[in-house]
């Protein structure tokens, strides 16, 4: 039997000397701290309405995250909502000191890092509307487990709610597999690039190598695929640290109600729906969790689609009657909405009158319903903002003209917000956004999302540990060329783009910069019409990305 590395640890060690070897690690191999939508405070409060509650307004929130690294998941909403107040926990100084930086770099009055054990956190450290532990959980001991789940206890507000996502069974039973092969190979290394490149060497045997009459070859195969798109800090952190525990989400319940709290569903609610994963699965899971509690249903659902990471939110228990069995899809219509969609050419083969698409974050849309097609269309408008549902029924019925009567149009969006909601193509909120708040009058002033330009120039740094983000608080990756870094720079919420395009096209006739196609146009003339469409081709860039205010 192969003895998993937290066995090495005498039962006796202290606490401390367990953070001690965490944090190591961690300080050794410093991972990029990115924004994560799904755990922003208000995708939390959104997703909170879908199951019934009620929770506090995000302007003046208070806001935890536990296991915060440099505060990449928490700066978006800080930057946002400068009257919040956000606090971060982590292990790791190494991490939260280059955090505090970008912190004071940026003059963010708002947001607060603290180098520290949550072990350490009691009742007097305040209350919290939001607390987020994403990418914890599971991946330490059961005293900061527990420690985790008494902070939600004693810290969370009345009417807050918590997030904490962690590894589940039966979807990790393979992934168990891997990472006790990973780390029987890797054991003996000397140090921690020793220790990656035989874990991953293991993953060969686990691939290639394995018999075709091995009964789990599908679902280690599965596992190891999905394992090698990952980044090696994610390799290291996830299937070779210390502390690896997933659970069954039973357990999870039945843990967290002895501190009190009731475990609500998943944040991101349409993964709690059996007919997001197709009709058999819906008929089945309804027949055998008819009358069965939500818990038990989501439990059964977990069985259906072999989940292997769930994002809980969790309340207290006092407010658990108020907890509906399901997302409530009806809902949707009280819930603002925003996505951009790119068209794109079909698919061979695709079906008459199909049409596709490529959200900007990459993922492919494929419909022929026209209802979807005229919201895809509306929301793309005007994004990175969002529009209630009675504007974009506004803006889609004249774009359906089968459909007679108001009650009808409403009924065909609903239906069109449910199909994009399944397939979470959308982002939504309850309140107006960030990008709903901003007016510049009549004249459209291009503006950036505060501290991107700062952030952008840091990522040039190879040992820079913050993720770019907008402000639906997604990680975006934008790579420019050295005219349109150039434009970036001078886009300060003054500048008009007929101004952007009058210092670029007199830069270009200098020779400071290149022109996109890298050529130098020195001493050339009649440049308008070119820096004009490199203005507007970077501007629609950064707008597709959420990184524009306004434009």
Known sequence: MIARQESVLNPDDSIQQLNQDITETYDEQVYTSNAFPFSSPGHLRAAAYLYGLETVPLEKARVLELGCAGGGNLLPFAL????????????????????????????????????????????????????????????????????????????????????????????????????????????????????????????????????????????????????????????????????????????????????????????????????????????????????????????????????????????????????????????????????????VEPEKNAPKGMVSFRSYKGKPLHTSEANVLSVVRALSEVWPASLDFDSLLARVHPELPDVQGDATARKNV??????????NSLRYTLEPSPYDMVDNGDQKIPTLIPGFTYMYQQRSDPVFGIGNFNLWHDTINVSLKEAEAFVLRSIDGQRNRKQLVTLLRDALNRGDVPATDGKSLKGQRNLDALADKMVGKLLELLRAQGILLSW
Request: aromatic letters at 8%; charged letters at 20%.
């Open 414 to 423: 609903l239906e069109a917000l449910q199909t994009l909601f399944r397939l």
């Open 80 to 343: 946002a909502y400068p009257q919040a107040k956000v606090v971060g926990v982590d292990l790791s100084s190494v991490q939260v000191e280059q955090g505090q930086k970008v912190i004071e770099a940026l003059g963010v009055k708002n947001l607060h890092l603290h180098a520290m054990s949550l072990t350490d956190i009691t009742a007097e450290f305040g209350q919290f509307d939001y607390i987020i532990a994403h990418g914890v959980f599971s991946w330490v001991p059961p005293e900061v487990r527990e420690a985790m789940l008494r902070i939600l206890r004693d810290n969370l507000s009345p009417d807050g709610v918590g997030y904490i996502s962690y590894n589940t069974y039966p979807g990790w039973k393979a992934g168990d597999i891997v990472r006790d092969a990973m780390l029987l190979h890797s054991h003996s290394a000397q140090n921690s690039e020793d220790k990656l490149a035989s874990a991953k060497a293991m993953l060969n045997l686990l691939s290639d190598g394995i018999a075709a009459s091995n009964p789990l070859a599908p679902s280690l195969r599965a596992a190891v695929a999905q394992l090698q798109k990952h980044s090696d800090y994610y390799i290291a952190h996830e299937y070779l640290e210390i502390f690896n525990n997933p659970c069954y989400l039973l357990e999870f319940v039945n843990l967290a109600n002895q501190y009190g709290l009731t475990q609500v569903g998943d944040a991101e609610p349409h993964v709690e729906m059996s007919a997001t994963y197709g009709q058999n699965v819906q008929l089945h899971h309804s027949l055998i969790a008819l009358g069965q509690p939500r818990e038990m249903r989501q439990q059964y659902l977990d069985f259906a689609v072999g989940r292997n990471f769930r994002k809980s939110m969790v309340i207290h228990q006092a407010r658990a009657e108020q907890v509906l069995i399901s997302p409530d899809l009806e809902r949707l219509a009280k819930l603002r909405w925003a996505g951009k969609f790119t068209e």
